[in-house]
């Protein structure tokens, strides 16, 4: 099989600068990011299908030219699935943003647990060493 | 054969009763009506396809009536059958516990009018990941039970939930997207997705691509099964869900994920078993997980914990790649699905009567309510595998297949697995000396700094002691029940478990009634 070399470059610039989205911390960045991969795969899937063809259409082009459908029918239902979780995903985004003013991705409740025990412990008795320079206090968690 | 055009129903059955449910949402009552008729009829059949699987081999249907390798197959086999029975069972218990804490709020269309589509849609995604005969097909079964966990994880739309889903859907989609590619890559690799079809072209492949292939299917599979270090999404996002959603996630979900383990790496790649990268992965997912649960002072997010140190036991069933380990992985799988639901069935009824599931809060609820003693006693002395029960049956399997083994690794996983269940049993017996047995707590006040409350929750916290209603204990006795029966039909459940693994070996049962005519 030979593969387009173009479609392999495309869909791996999508999937980089996709993954670079994802690791953002707003979420609508993160929804970006996802359709950027989720379009870098779609486009795999045309790689895999094989040298383009002709419309497989019976009549209207001889069998050994028709372009391979099935992974096109395969991306056509994955489309459609990443529409619809986008769309939960908006929602999801406009939701945060009405309840706390933005839609950063929030820490696990046990993280912020464990960092307020932390900046508990810095500023107990028991750890000062009568050098309060060097100690930055930690940053808040975040409400 | 008749049993095998039943095969379709546990897809086709939720998915109608969803859409009617949909259409009903203003009548309450006819949508509760739908949604048990809907799934009691799919116990019904996933019991005829188990008999039916058991005695004459797997059940294939093609769907559409294409000829054999190009249309979508669903194949009820022995194993495919069971876990259907397993969690169909699971699911109606879990909506009908549902339709009592429903009544029991007085809100007549409670939870929501979306709760029932959406929760019949997300036991079609399962049932279809069950019976899945194509990558693709599985692919669609994961995606159309996420998108309902989505919704059901993020009923009310509640900040907590809001916080907790958010998580859990970004990984669930990079896990999708994972998935997507292995399937591309696959379909560009042997010009198939048809599992039958793969378990032959796979093998001709150059070793390396073959790797390549293998590890982005099982690292997909790992990510939704929790196992170790893709597992934590999980203890984070599931406590926040509704009582009956969490219970059922903790039961089905990760489940589908080990199910979809199991299915490829015997069907698949037989050839390279990876034994040694799942075994560390099954005990570094055993130790970290039940340390976790160890460290947890609310009960959901321990039972959480204990859910992902079990899946390692599992994954060791299915790492050691004999018939006796997968048998144990399979009887393991049954246990805990039912358990473990069972649990956080009971972590509700807890938040219920003594208003909070913390354990800095909860005290002397033996006293309260007999019942709920009992109610969690049974399976948590199940699930940290105390003999009689079915937990000791499956843990002791599995040990016996790593015995057998014979190698240095499988010891130290027997010895990882005895320690684990030793920690899951100390977990689960400080929960109930004190939510259960010390006496009720006057005013105990959380140490600052850790306070957490189900503030998420809509209302006020229950501050006096409700009454459990009937209609939510009665369910959950059943699932008691069910577990310990478990162990009274263990010989039988083995004995399919058995009979299941060796056709998972062998290979061939399934490839030859999906492709009677021979691998094209």
Redo the contacts between chains.
């Keep these: 099989m030979t593969a387009n070399l173009a479609l392999v470059l495309t869909a791996s610039v999508l999937v980089a600068a996709g993954v670079y989205l994802v690791l953002e911390r707003s979420l609508t960045r993160v929804l970006i990011g996802i359709i950027l991969i989720s379009n870098g795969v779609n486009i795999a899937f045309l790689v895999a299908g094989g040298p383009a063809g002709g419309a497989p259409i019976v009549g209207v082009t001889e069998p050994a030219r028709m372009s391979d459908s099935l992974p096109q029918a395969m991306v056509l239902t994955a489309i459609v699935i990443t529409l619809g979780i986008t769309a939960f995903l908006l929602a999801m985004a406009y939701r945060s943003w009405q309840l706390t003013g933005h839609d950063e991705v929030q820490d696990d409740v046990e993280d912020a647990a464990i960092r307020r025990l932390a900046v508990a412990d810095a500023e107990s008795r028991s750890y000062d060493d009568g050098d309060d320079d060097e100690r930055a206090p930690m940053p808040e968690a975040r409400p | 054969m008749t049993a095998a055009s039943l095969v379709p129903l546990p897809v086709v059955l939720p998915l109608l009763g969803a859409g009617v449910a949909l259409a009903l949402g203003r009548w309450a009552h006819a949508q509760r009506a739908v949604s048990v008729v809907a799934l009691s009829a799919s116990v019904a059949i996933a019991a005829i396809l188990l008999v039916s699987a058991d005695s004459q081999g797997p059940l294939v249907v093609w769907i559409g009536g294409w000829p054999e390798p190009l249309g979508i197959s669903l194949v009820a086999d022995r194993l495919s059958a069971l876990m259907l029975l397993v969690s169909a069972t699971v699911t109606l218990a879990v909506l009908v516990y549902s339709l009592g804490q429903g009544v029991a709020d007085g809100t007549r269309d409670t939870p929501l009018s979306i709760y029932h589509p959406t929760y019949l849609v997300l036991s079609a995604g399962v049932a279809n990941a069950f019976l899945a005969g194509d990558l ?1 097909n599985l692919f ?1 079964g994961f ?1 159309v039970l996420l ?1 309902a966990s ?2 059901l994880m ?1 009923l009310t ?1 509640t ?1 907590e939930r ?2 907790a ?3 859990y ?2 990984v669930s ?2 896990s ?2 994972l998935f ?2 292995a ?3 696959v ?2 690799a042997t010009g198939t ?1 048809n599992l039958a079809q793969l378990s032959g072209r796979l093998a001709d492949l150059p070793d390396g691509v073959s790797l390549i292939l293998q590890l982005l299917l099982l690292t997909t599979f790992s990510i939704k099964a929790a196992v170790f270090p893709l597992s934590a999404w999980l ?2 996002s599931y406590p926040t869900a509704p009582a009956p959603v969490t219970a059922v996630f903790a039961g089905l979900l990760t489940k589908v994920g080990v199910y979809a383990i199991i299915r490829t790496q015997t069907l698949l790649f037989p050839d390279s078993p990876l034994t040694d990268l799942l075994m560390w992965a099954a005990l570094l997912t055993m130790i970290v997980g039940i340390l976790g649960a160890v460290a947890q002072s609310e009960i959901k ?1 321990m039972l959480s914990f204990t859910l992902v140190s079990h899946i390692g036991y599992m994954v060791f069933g299915v790492a050691l790649a004999t018939t006796a380990g997968l048998a144990g992985a399979i009887f393991y799988v049954v246990h805990h699905i039912t358990i473990q639901t069972t649990l956080f069935l009971v972590a509700g009824l807890v938040e219920r009567r003594g208003g909070s599931t913390s354990l800095n809060r909860l005290g002397g609820l033996a006293t309260a309510s007999p019942i709920l003693g009992v109610l969690f006693f049974v399976p948590a002395m199940n699930l940290g595998g105390i003999p009689p029960f079915s937990g000791f049956l499956g843990k002791a399997g599995l040990l016996q297949a790593g015995v057998a083994a014979d190698r240095p690794l499988a010891y130290l996983l027997v010895a990882g697995g005895v320690v684990t269940s030793l920690l899951t049993l100390y977990a689960v017996a400080k929960a109930w000396n004190l939510a259960f047995w010390r006496a009720a707590p006057a005013e105990i006040l959380e140490p ?3 306070a ?1 409350g189900s503030a998420d929750e809509p209302g006020p916290p229950p501050a006096t002691p409700v009454a459990l209603p009937a209609a939510m204990v009665a369910p959950t006795a059943g699932l008691v029940l069910v577990g310990v029966a478990l162990s009274v039909v263990a010989g039988p459940l083995f004995g399919v478990a058995d009979r299941a693994a060796a056709d998972l070996r062998e290979r061939s049962p399934y490839v030859e009634s999906v492709l009677p005519g021979g691998v094209p």
Aim: cysteine-free; glycine content about 12%; hydrophobic content about 50%.
């Design positions: 693709f669609v995606e998108a989505y919704v993020t739309g900040g809001i916080r889903g958010t998580t859907v970004v989609l990079l999708s997207l997507l590619t399937i591309a890559l379909y560009a997705v203890p984070d997010r600052a700094g850790t957490r």
